[in-house]
């Protein structure tokens, strides 16, 4: 923003804000659109698979049709039937399109179903909804959601298998016309035949082969131009990071840096951004499966957050995204749910060690004292600097061992990882590294192990990733988060934040005297999950350094979201991915370290 908006002014805007969006948004209207869209759609889809009614009231009318509008009008009915069961998921998120779309296929349905089925009544639905879309048009507003070519993939796979599961339905649903008694295997074949607009080996009587052909045809054709529209279709791209965004931000992080561990991860690039009315503060989020999913708490001045809150409410509504934070701070927490009416759940626990409290001495550190110790006797040395200091050949070799040795296929990571190493405007960043001299040289020379930590204000740092040769001797990442926790003094270092504990409260209240059945049995439950997923596994990595513990919350607008809010956290997070197979993606690779800040293989138990 070029020019700024007084504090006092913004205030007074973000009260109005709260009285105008304290609670839900209302839904009614849409969501009782796309149900009734999905009821239409069910009814011509079994308007075109099933034979018309020969007794129907209208049978008479109908047939001084032309006779060969029969198949034409079955084939409508199928196309217009899926495309509405299609389109009812975005007409219950608002969107324009979806609206647009469906206004243009109720009235061909409507035809479709009075010219093959003669029913009025399917008539008389399609035109009822009709009407209520264009009475309520005011309600579809809503603009696109980002665009993945991996739609079209998916889209050819579902419906494709749709139209074959369907395409079985249509060639068997006229049991009293077909010549002889064909198997499985030869219905199999006729769809299959019928979807690329070609005759199969079923044979009917009288005219019923042009009606099944044409439908088989219309689902094939469906597929197709499904598939080639969301391959080719114009881009309507995710947020990204401007470099002046990035400087903006890099302002606000001088400034108000040091009261959130997670400030500096807003600073990947595959985030948008959106600031406060006068540029103070700042809300980063990235949009996965239609959720808008912002990360930690907002950037910059905490008087100033509810104007940016403000904003990414507003972006969040004008494209019908679920609004959702992902690990932000209570204080964050509190100025969320007070400023948006939106409800709160903890989450987990952040480990977090005061420099000044840390010392390996006590009965509690004897199992990190000596694991160090054994690490240090078989000939292992430890560097801890700054990024800025590293010279470039180094640095090249680092990001390219932190590559190679991810212990996943995707790069992980969103809330708490920056996801690159070496970057010109992260000099400040903390780089521990671990050395074998005396042993066999590797392809990265004496390097085996490496944890990159970015900045948490002046004087602290967040860790980001931990990466091992996994030849090199258990016991790394230890050895290495007591290598920077030593030497934190001298550079000035005085908190270090170490992974992200989920459940820890359970995982810690769960297991000791006096819990009660309810609470062991989630404790089981996230100990069975953690063979899948590091959760317990985490906590005790993180327990062993004897961390303060600050709780860290998820922000979601009603319970029913929290699946969908879930899914698209792990999404984010990379835990579920589309993309190519590593191996396919080796030749293209450019030194880009995984963001996520430890995996299961990577924390190694004492």
């Not at 579902?158 to 599961?165: A, D, E, P, Q």
């Amino acid at each position: 923003m070029s020019g700024e908006v007084p504090e006092s002014q913004e205030r007074h805007h973000d009260s109005r804000f709260r009285r105008l969006t304290r609670g839900p948004r209302p839904e009614a209207v849409p969501t009782l659109v796309a149900r009734a869209c999905t009821l239409v759609g069910v009814l011509n889809v079994a308007a075109g698979v099933f034979p018309r009614f020969r007794h129907s009231r209208v049978h008479a009318i109908a047939e001084v049709l032309p006779g060969a509008l029969g198949p034409f009008a079955a084939a409508l009915a199928l196309s217009s039937g899926i495309l509405l069961l299609l389109l009812a998921h975005g007409l219950r998120r608002h969107k324009r399109r979806a609206w647009r779309a469906a206004v243009v296929l109720l009235p061909a349905g409507a035809i479709a179903q009075f010219a093959y089925r003669h029913s009025v009544i399917g008539v008389l639905i399609s035109v009822a909804l009709l009407a209520l879309l264009l009475r309520h048009r005011s309600e579809f507003t809503a603009l696109p959601d980002p665009r993945s070519r991996w739609r079209a993939l998916a889209n050819f796979v579902l419906l494709g298998t749709g139209s074959i599961l369907l395409g079985l339905v249509i060639v068997s649903a006229h049991p009293g016309k077909i010549v002889g008694d064909p198997g499985i295997t030869e219905r199999l074949q006729h769809v299959l035949y019928g979807l690329f607009g070609f005759e199969g080996p079923v044979g009917y009587y009288g005219n019923t082969s042009w009606t099944v052909g044409f439908s088989l045809g219309a689902l094939g054709m469906l597929t197709a131009l499904t598939t080639i529209y969301l391959a080719f279709r114009p881009e309507h791209p995710a947020a990204r990071l401007t470099e002046d965004d990035e400087s903006r931000l890099r302002a606000l992080l001088d400034r108000h840096g040091g009261r959130d561990s997670l400030g500096h991860f807003a600073l990947r690039r595959d985030k948008g951004v959106v600031f406060s009315p006068s540029g103070k503060a700042a809300v980063t989020y990235r949009v996965v499966s239609g959720v808008m999913l912002a990360s930690g708490d907002p950037i910059g001045d905490v008087e100033a957050w509810p104007g940016a809150i403000e904003r990414f409410m507003d972006e969040a509504k004008a494209h019908s995204w679920t609004p959702a934070v992902m690990g932000c701070s209570e204080t964050g927490g509190e100025v969320w749910t007070r400023e948006t009416g939106l409800d709160a759940l903890e989450l987990g626990d952040e480990a977090v060690v005061d420099v000044a409290d840390f010392s390996l001495s006590g009965r509690a550190m004897r199992n990190v004292r000596q694991m160090v110790k054994r690490i240090e006797r078989n000939g292992y040395e430890t560097r801890v600097r700054r990024i800025r200091d590293l010279g470039e050949r180094e640095l090249a070799r680092i990001q390219q061992a932190a590559e190679d040795w991810r212990g996943t296929d995707t790069e992980r990571g969103f809330s708490m990882a920056l996801g690159r190493i070496g970057d010109p405007g992260d000099g400040d960043c903390l780089i521990a590294t671990a050395h074998k001299a005396d042993g066999e040289p590797g392809p990265y020379g004496d390097l085996k192990a490496v944890l990159h930590f970015v900045p948490w204000g002046k004087d602290g740092v967040s860790l980001d990733l931990m990466r091992r040769d996994r030849s090199a001797d258990p016991g790394m990442n230890e050895l290495l988060i007591v290598a920077a926790l030593q030497a934190a003094p001298k550079l000035g270092i005085a908190r270090v934040s170490l992974n992200f504990a989920m459940f820890r409260a359970a995982l810690a209240r769960g297991e000791k005297i006096g819990a009660g059945p309810v609470l062991r049995a989630w404790r089981g439950l996230l100990v069975f999950l953690s063979r899948w997923f590091q959760i317990e596994s985490l906590y005790k990595f993180n327990a062993k350094f004897r961390p303060r513990w600050e709780p860290r919350f998820v922000v979601y607008r009603s319970s029913k979201d929290l699946p969908r809010i879930g899914f698209a956290a792990m999404q984010a997070e990379g835990f579920v991915t589309l993309s190519l197979p590593r191996f396919l993606r080796r030749g293209t690779a450019q030194a880009r370290p995984c963001p996520h800040r430890a995996t299961e293989r990577e924390v190694q138990a004492a």
